[in-house]
């Protein structure tokens, strides 16, 4: 390697480090490329949103995992990290403006809602931020992690098209900085709510009422339901939930040709087995703790 | 990233299916580790005896004889041996003295016996020259029995197959040289005949028209030879005629001559004394002219007998030497000349005969070559199988005196104490590592069949789609106590699973020792 190659390697280097790290923290994401929206809008009126979204009875930590949610005090850190970076992922390619990302799921799997539910978790734990998780899809099982009953009004009833109030189908979860929209109690009525322009109007106005808003949508599994595929064309982006050891890859590459390039942001392995469980579990040494305990016992 | 994903792609998902369907892969080792266990308690015990054969073929004998005799050829011995041995004489001879049938015992059930001793029978090569007889039975006295009744069987029979063979095979080349000895034959009379039979042999046309010439050139020498002798009689005969009658003659005038020569001298002599008409001088004139008529009537007369060419002389041939050796010579030649027209006549009859053969031999020439090719390869086949046999009568000589292979019981068989093949402990064991790897065993091979997605290097790499993240499952129940509860209860389980193994084989070795 020459001289004047290795100076230019260096001067990259510098360049690499004088650069922030895209995403790596919390604070620096808005400060590091304010958008129009934001610069529009103002500090003062986004410190008013997110202060109305403070819960003021916010759920405890051994309640978070209890009910399989993250929480950065969790015995899960490492999947709480997760999510992290996966919310990192959708801050990049959305350039730091608010968006609508759809989760969906290759087959009827429970885990795509578990995914949604905690990126929108992992939205709410930045405290410039808030989140809005919308559930499109009568499988999830949100409501039950929420502890939001099943007689509360949601989307459906909203789409149903009584009049009823925006805010009366939007839940706080005693999560701060988290909203949540049950799918409501008007499931009968099939794929006629999703195409209607009165959903397209809805997630509109949901965006842009706050610019610091981050919409989740847990949609039902695409190629499965006309509504996966009406939602998706609202959304800016989806994620396919991938569940471990249930997909083919035909399923998947069927799904994401659905999706499209321009809109798939990516595919999540979901419910990984934990191998370092089998670490510990089977360890010599447990076995020998085992061994002298049963003595006792 | 690590450094082989493809190693990668198969064990992480193979150790997250253990660790998903953990229960089941503790269950599985549970009763695989148990099951061996209790197919180790059932397993009916099995005795062994052997024997061991040394078969020598290096000894002195070999090398001494290397080239000059083919030493038998032992193989593998071990397949001939099994082959032997498992053949319906033995297996009816070893079931009889092993005691396995009694004389109620059927045909049938007997197949059925050696069908199972066949079975229960091993015959292998250990090293060069070992061949080792084995035999499982459930009765060690049995085991015993059965192996050297094989054994002895088998060092008879190797030792008489062995003479037979080289036996056989000398009588085979003794056939062979005594039919090529009959084709040899055949094919030179054969060829005699069309040679012709006087000349005998087998001689080529060339060696025919070399013969032939010499004889003519030794021919025209003869004739040669005949005209000149011819010509020395015919000379010889002139002379003898022209002697006879010139010698007398001139004898004779020669006689009158040297008369007439002392008369002249007289009559000079007279002459000086006397007159011519002194009578004396008279008469001898008279005397003289008259020998002189004389000697002229002796010339006319011979010149007459010469022109004639009768012998109009009479006296006695003998009185005249030359004649005598002249008619010694006549009937010398004579003689000679008779010998070389015999010689001449032999020897043209013989070129005849010849000039006879060569014609016969051209046109018969194809079919003669052809003999002649067969006659030659029979003839050193002929000569060849000749050595062979000699080589052959050598071997067999060999085998005879049993000097060239010896058969001997290297390790003769005894009477097995503790039961062989696979133990108890092998069973816990085997029944132990079975258990840990069938399982996984048995994932790895339902995840071959089942291609889902378990990596996301599949999704990466393979499909080329982007992957955003790999979450790991979150129990259900999020409190971590009771993960740890699960997996505490797996481990005992297998505990107590090596208990229990460990009891039964501690009881069972008891249980073998005690009685």
């Known amino acids: 390697m020459s001289k004047i190659e290795q100076a230019l390697a260096k001067v990259r280097e510098r360049g690499e480090m004088m650069r922030p790290a895209s995403g790596a923290?919390?604070?620096?994401?808005?400060?590091?490329?304010?958008?129009?929206?934001?610069?529009?809008i103002g500090e003062a009126e986004l410190r008013r949103s997110r202060a109305l979204m403070e819960d003021p009875d916010p759920m405890r930590a051994e309640e978070f995992t209890r009910r399989r949610l993250i929480h950065p005090a969790s015995a899960y850190s490492d999947i709480g990290e997760t999510f992290r970076e996966l919310r990192t992922r959708v801050l990049q390619r959305a350039q730091d403006r608010n968006c609508t990302v759809m989760v969906s799921s290759v087959?009827?799997?429970?885990?795509?809602?578990?995914?949604?539910?905690?990126?929108?978790?992992?939205?709410?734990?930045d405290t410039r931020k808030t989140a809005l998780l919308i559930e499109c899809s009568a499988h999830s099982d949100s409501r039950a992690a929420f502890g939001v009953p099943a007689s509360g009004m949601g989307l459906t009833d909203y789409l149903n098209g009584d009049g009823l109030e925006l805010e009366r189908i939007i839940h706080a979860v005693q999560i701060p900085r988290l909203r949540y929209v049950p799918i409501g109690t008007q499931m009968g009525l099939g794929a006629d709510f999703f195409t209607s322009a009165r959903w397209r109007a809805l997630l509109m106005e949901l965006k842009q009422r706050y610019p610091d808003r981050y919409l989740v949508v847990d949609a039902p599994p695409l190629g499965l339901s006309a509504d996966a595929g009406a939602t998706l064309a609202e959304c800016d982006f989806a994620i396919l939930v991938v569940p471990y050891g249930k997909v083919t890859q035909a399923q998947l590459s069927v799904a994401a040709k659905a999706v499209g390039p321009q809109k798939l942001l990516g595919v999540v392995l979901n419910d990984e087995p934990r191998v370092q469980d089998l670490n510990e579990g089977l360890s010599p040494r447990a076995f020998l703790r085992d061994f002298l305990r049963f003595g006792r016992n | 990233m690590t450094p082989n994903p493809p190693l990668d792609q198969v064990i992480r998902p193979l150790l997250g299916d253990v660790v998903r369907h953990r229960r089941a892969v503790v269950a599985g080792f549970v009763v695989v580790s148990l099951g061996a266990i209790l197919l180790g308690l059932v397993w009916p015990k099995v005795y062994t005896a052997s024997m061991t054969v040394y078969v020598d073929d290096k000894n002195v004998v070999q090398p001494l004889m290397q080239g000059a005799a083919v030493t038998t050829e032992v193989g593998d011995r071990a397949k001939v041996a099994r082959e032997v041995l498992t053949g319906r004489l033995f297996m009816s001879q070893v079931i009889e003295s092993a005691g396995m049938a009694g004389p109620s015992t059927t045909e049938a059930q007997k197949e059925l016996l050696a069908e199972d001793l066949k079975k229960r029978m091993a015959v292998v090569n250990i090293g060069q020259n070992l061949i080792k007889i084995e035999y499982r039975d459930a009765d060690p006295q049995r085991a015993y029995k059965v192996v050297k009744r094989f054994g002895d069987l088998f060092i008879s029979d190797a030792l008489k197959t062995q003479s037979n063979e080289a036996d056989a095979a000398f009588k085979f080349i003794d056939t062979q040289v005594q039919e090529y000895f009959t084709k040899v034959v055949e094919f030179e009379k054969r060829l005699k005949d069309l040679h012709g039979t006087e000349t005998g042999g087998v001689a080529t046309l060339n060696e025919i028209m070399t013969r032939s010439k010499a004889l003519q050139d030794v021919a025209e020498k003869t004739i040669l030879e005949l005209k000149e002798a011819e010509n020395k009689k015919s000379y010889?005969?002139?002379?003898?005629?022209?002697?006879?009658?010139?010698s007398v003659s001139v004898l004779r005038e020669s006689q009158y001559m040297g008369r007439i020569a002392e008369l002249e001298a007289d009559l000079e002599r007279l002459r000086l004394d006397y007159h011519d008409t002194h009578p004396d001088v008279i008469r001898v004139r008279g005397q003289i002219s008259e020998l002189r008529d004389i000697v002229a009537e002796e010339r006319r007369r011979r010149e007459?007998?010469?022109?004639?060419?009768?012998?109009?002389?009479?006296?006695?041939?003998?009185?005249?030497?030359i004649y005598q050796k002249l008619r010694g010579e006549i009937i010398e030649i004579t003689g000679l000349i008779e010998t070389l027209q015999t010689r001449l006549a032999e020897m043209r009859h013989r070129i005849r005969e010849d000039q006879g053969q060569i014609s016969r031999i051209n046109s018969n020439q194809g079919l003669i070559d052809e003999i002649r090719r067969d006659y030659e390869v029979n003839r050193d086949i002929y000569q060849d199988l000749l050595k062979r046999r000699e080589a052959a009568r050598v071997s067999r000589r060999l085998d005879q005196d049993k000097k060239d292979l010896t058969f001997r019981i290297a390790e003769p068989p005894v009477v097995p104490r503790a039961p062989s093949g696979v133990r108890f402990m092998h069973?816990?064991?085997?029944?132990?590592?079975?258990?840990?790897?069938v399982p996984p065993g048995v994932l790895l091979g339902l995840q071959q069949l089942d291609q889902r997605i378990r990596s996301g290097a599949t999704i990466q790499q393979q499909m080329g789609l982007?992957?955003?993240?790999?979450?790991?499952?979150m129990p259900a129940i999020g409190v971590q106590g009771t993960a740890a509860v699960e997996w505490r209860g797996l481990r005992r389980v297998v505990l107590a699973t090596l208990a229990a193994i460990a009891v039964v084989s501690a009881i069972k070795a008891v249980w073998v020792t005690v009685p």
């Open chain 1, 25 to 40: 923290g919390e604070g620096d994401v808005v400060s590091r490329r304010p958008s129009v929206a934001l610069a529009a």
């Open chain 2, 427 to 437: 069973f816990a064991l085997g029944g132990l590592i079975l258990g840990v790897l």
């Open chain 1, 107 to 125: 087959v009827e799997d429970p885990g795509s809602s578990f995914v949604a539910r905690n990126l929108a978790i992992a939205f709410a734990f």
């Open chain 2, 304 to 321: 007459l007998a010469a022109r004639s060419g009768r012998r109009t002389d009479d006296l006695p041939s003998e009185v005249n030497p």
């Open chain 2, 466 to 473: 982007p992957l955003l993240a790999v979450i790991p499952h």
């Open chain 2, 236 to 246: 010889l005969e002139r002379q003898l005629a022209g002697e006879s009658a010139v």
